[in-house]
């Protein structure tokens, strides 16, 4: 259980929910579930509390003139609510393709405990579950789990604030995947004569694996931090910064509450101690340094390509997300205004934290400040990118990357590794299944142009040991060809490395890295060369045909001849016994339509000789 920031009276604390060191990163995205309100009134209007809920039914609508109703939203549809059980509202979940979803957790909150005017009135406590509908719009019921259930007191009251409640619904999303999500159900005040404190909204935090992502210690918590109005930040740990190699890490932040007509909200974060503003104040492309929380739902989190190591990675801050529903109707953080009607007291962002980190760091300090509002934080994410080695792997054969070949020939098979990361790679271990047929010949093996004894079995594994960053290592060894392919007349063969780093002190990740394949191409095996003579004799009272074939053999490499009748096996003779077959035939007709076939190792059938019967 970890602190972020200290508020009082209430001291929550954040809980860790996910960690893991893997090629991916870290996505919030979510959205508020109201809009914001005129004075004393269910209209919309630019006081800092919600007057109505968000609705994706388009049908529903509140307010009255002459300050009203609340607009439709646009694209996607949406409607307004005062009616907590019919609120909802739509967010989109971006991953890059190929992405796997490690962890998933569904995180809301609102306000709780303040007077409503809400139909139907609200329980003492919410505890409600919710609904979480998926891309394929399957809807869930969604219950929270008692672990991370808090709640935050605002100063002045004594049983009202802020509430945070989360799930687990890592299966959900796994099943579902990129997509347009929508929350509803959520608990939350609307009353009319709270121009302040009404409040609501949703945060769907995924960490993710995916193979063109860079390597990131990635971890979640889930917390209820009111804002401190004083100096008292609070420790966070239980990540993992590298021993080496590139330093860069991003925060992630979802907030209830925060308002962008008051100022003064600043987000500290340090590897030490003391905290100031001047120093530690974070602030992003939609997030002001001195207005960092003003209900912005910044989830746009652009990927380039780093073009050294050919991954994505994140680039700046996350930016506003305008395609959930309302999104086109958003405070301006920096000139202190909020919209009419407008998206309310909800923010989500992601902030570059680099300057922060440093090596086998396990620890931070963080203090979210006010001067004159009430947020409080509930979900964090940090994800520090790990120095990872990456191993390229490139084979050739015969010094290129495809050749005809023919039986007992022998191949040289060579393989450039080289660490192109950021960190050594630890126990380096070189493997290489051959497919039947390719058979490895003993000796062979060479590391950097010195002979290897003894012979390694390399389907297990070759040794090789630590490569440094940029170290080059080639690996040489010879196969011998002995029969064709089980399927076909080309074999296709691949090199694995295993390897291993070190994600922080005392910590060691595996990782793996495949080759290109290479190929070899082998012609189609020769057909033997056969005569064949009939002959013509009486036997008791009927005439019989007695057919003789005789053959070469093409190859010293088959194995066995097939004699087919009119497309039926009829025999098999083995590559050892005479190239002889005899059939006593009934009539010259019955004779013809044979043919022979030499079968090589890999069971690889030539093309057909059709015998021709020359002479009777």
């Not at 019919?86 to 306000?111: F, H, R």
């Not at 962002?349 to 440093?358: K, L, R, W």
């Not at 450039?416 to 062979?444: C, Q």
């Amino acid at each position: 259980m970890l602190g972020f920031s200290l508020g009082s009276p209430l001291e929550a604390t954040y809980i860790l929910r996910y960690t893991t060191t893997d090629n991916g990163g870290i996505t919030f995205t979510g959205n508020t579930l109201g809009l914001s309100k005129y004075l004393q009134e269910n209209n919309p209007g630019t006081d800092d509390s919600i007057g109505a809920f968000i609705t994706t039914d388009p049908a529903k609508q509140v307010g009255t003139p002459p300050h009203g109703p609340y607009p439709l939203g646009i694209n996607p549809p949406a409607g307004t609510t005062l009616n907590y059980l019919e609120n909802s509202s739509s967010a989109v979940l971006d991953l890059l393709p190929g992405s796997t979803v490690l962890y998933a957790e569904l995180v809301w909150g609102g306000s709780y405990g303040f007077p409503s005017s809400g139909t139907p009135p609200l329980p003492p406590l919410p505890n409600v579950a919710i609904t979480l509908t998926t891309p394929q719009q399957i809807s869930y019921t969604i219950t929270a789990d008692p672990a991370t259930s808090q709640e935050a007191i605002t100063p002045g009251y004594t049983q009202s604030g802020n509430y945070v409640r989360s799930a687990d619904v890592t299966s959900i999303v796994q099943d579902a995947g990129p997509g347009t999500y929508i929350a509803g159900g959520i608990y939350g005040t609307i009353v009319a004569t709270d121009d302040t404190h009404n409040s609501a909204g949703w945060t769907l935090a995924i960490v993710y694996a995916n193979p063109l992502m860079l390597t990131h210690n990635m971890t979640l918590f889930v917390g209820c931090e009111q804002a401190s109005r004083t100096i008292n930040p609070v420790e966070v740990s239980g990540f993992c910064a590298p021993p080496s190699g590139v330093l860069s890490g991003r925060l992630f932040i979802s907030a209830i509450e925060g308002d962008a007509n008051k100022t003064g909200d600043c987000l500290l974060f340090g590897k030490s101690l003391p905290l100031t503003i001047a120093a530690n104040s974070l602030s992003g492309v939609n997030n002001p340094i001195n207005n960092f929380f003003a209900s912005q739902i910044n989830t746009r989190l652009p990927l380039e390509l780093d073009p050294i190591h050919n991954k994505y990675v994140a680039v700046g801050s996350s930016q506003l997300d305008e395609r959930g529903s309302y999104g086109n109707l958003n405070a301006d953080p920096f000139n202190n205004l909020n919209k009419s009607g407008g998206r309310q007291g909800y923010d989500i962002t992601s902030i570059d934290v680099s300057h922060a980190i440093t090596y086998n760091q396990k620890k931070a300090y963080a203090l979210g400040t006010t001067t004159s509002d009430d947020y409080t934080v509930n979900a964090l994410g940090l994800q520090i990118q790990v120095g990872a080695p990456i191993i390229n792997s490139k084979k050739t054969v015969n010094a290129v990357q495809s050749i005809s070949s023919s039986l007992g020939e022998k191949v040289t098979f060579s393989i450039r590794l080289e660490n192109t990361g950021t960190s050594d790679a630890l126990s380096v271990n070189f493997k290489d299944v051959l497919p039947t047929g390719l058979n490895y010949v003993a000796g062979s093996l060479k590391l950097n142009s010195l002979p290897i004894s003894p012979d390694p079995d390399l389907t297990q594994g070759f040794f090789i040991g630590d490569m440094l960053v940029g170290q080059l290592n080639t690996i040489e060894f010879e196969a011998h060809i002995a029969s064709y392919p089980s399927n076909g007349n080309i074999y296709y063969n691949k090199s694995l490395v295993d390897y291993q780093f070190a994600t922080c002190a005392g910590n060691n990740f595996d990782l793996s890295a495949q080759s290109n394949e290479v190929s070899i191409y082998l012609p189609d095996p020769p057909a033997p060369t056969a005569a064949a003579s009939l002959s013509k004799c009486k036997y008791l009272n009927r005439t019989e045909y007695p057919l003789e074939i005789t053959w070469i053999s093409p190859s010293p490499y088959v194995i066995s001849y097939r004699v087919y009748h009119k497309g039926i096996l009829t025999a098999q003779i083995p590559a050892r016994a005479p190239l002889v077959y005899k059939k006593c035939c009934k009539s010259k007709k019955s004779a013809e339509g044979y043919a022979i076939v030499a079968v090589y190792a890999g069971n690889k059938e030539s093309i057909p000789t059709k015998i021709r019967i020359t002479h009777e």
